[in-house]
């Protein structure tokens, strides 16, 4: 082999010029007119398909559809099971496609587990709004209806039982009954909307396709909702139920002073003077509360001052001011500076 650096002559096995050390590299061959040039093999082919197998396309794509399950002539009509798989999407087609089928033969759409476990995300996810805010708003109406029946049952109220689960079963079983029904009817409304605005064959399916299909951002944006709802409703009423147990604890502690200066008045009306020991009233009142922590009178006027405590938060005093009318009759005023907040109305004059 010949060094193509300085021309020293090598042998054929030598890698390196043995004059220059430089690598040596066999000469290209050019192929003769009579040598064909080398073909690299054709890859195998893949077998055909079975009978019936599609590749894992939609059943109801045309035999020369593409990989989306799109018709590979443009000038091919557009059938109705292609229109509806291009609405219902990339989720459930076949599962939804199935249940059309046997709706349109009157052998009922099938149970649909998503709509009877979790109904207004499976709405949403559909994108069939108005029917998920119609499921969203009817609890509160039957609940409204419910409350309105048994008022007016009275004595019937033992029905309540009866109302309550077919409330449930309106809720749940009947939206799982009903489901691929009210789906199958929105598709089919998509369908003919899409189609009455005329167009090729493509164009009718691209407009389908984003007027139906799923929506996982609705999903999630709802369920953000009702991870914030409960935490919202618990900001606004557990403070309102604490106030409420607050002030009922201090108009029991308020009835309780009010039935003192009560007795305390009728002493006044009988003998024109008010009782010197108060306590002995006090103790003559039952029930008597525990947020009372004392009574004291004026021995002049006799207006009594009650001490109340509730929590070391909510303590404070109330004061009965006697008013008397030329019959010697007794009536008393409350008033108070520490507990406007949780008195009666009319003790905050």
Known sequence: MKCHACGQDNADSALFCSACRRPLVAPTKTPTRLEPLAVPPAPPMAPPPAPGDLGGRNRFAPPNADADGHAGDPSAPLTDEEALAAVIGNSGTQYYLDAFDRIERSQGGG????????????????????????????????????????????????????????TWLAMFI???????????????????????????????????????????????????????????????????????????????????????????????EATGSYPTDIDRIVQQVQPQSKYVKGIEQDSISGALTVQIEVSPKVAGSIQLTPNVDAGRHVTWSCSTVDLLKYVPQRCRG
């Not at 649909?112 to 995300?121: D, E, Q, R």
């Not at 029917?131 to 609890?139: D, E, K, V, W």
């Not at 914030?228 to 009922?248: D, E, H, N, R």
């Not at 201090?250 to 008045?265: D, K, M, R």
């Open 174 to 268: 009947v939206p799982a009954i009903m489901a691929n029904g009210w789906y199958y009817r929105h598709c089919q409304a998509r369908v003919r909307d899409v189609k009455a605005r005329g167009g090729t064959k493509a164009q009718v399916l691209a407009r389908l396709e984003a007027a139906g299909g799923t929506s996982t951002v609705a999903v999630v944006v709802a369920l953000v909702i009702m991870l914030f709802v409960p935490g919202i409703l618990a900001a606004i009423a557990l403070p309102a139920y604490q106030t409420y147990t607050m002030k009922a604890k201090v108009s029991e502690a308020i009835l309780e002073g009010t039935e003192v200066a009560n007795a305390a008045g009728q002493q006044f």
């Open 111 to 166: 149970w649909n587990w998503p709509a009877f476990l979790v109904t207004w995300y499976w709405l949403l996810f559909r994108r069939m709004w108005v029917p998920a805010l119609i499921y969203f708003f009817s609890p509160w109406i039957l609940f409204f209806v419910l409350g309105v029946v048994f008022a007016v049952l009275g004595p019937l109220a033992v029905l309540a039982p009866v109302l309550v689960l077919g």
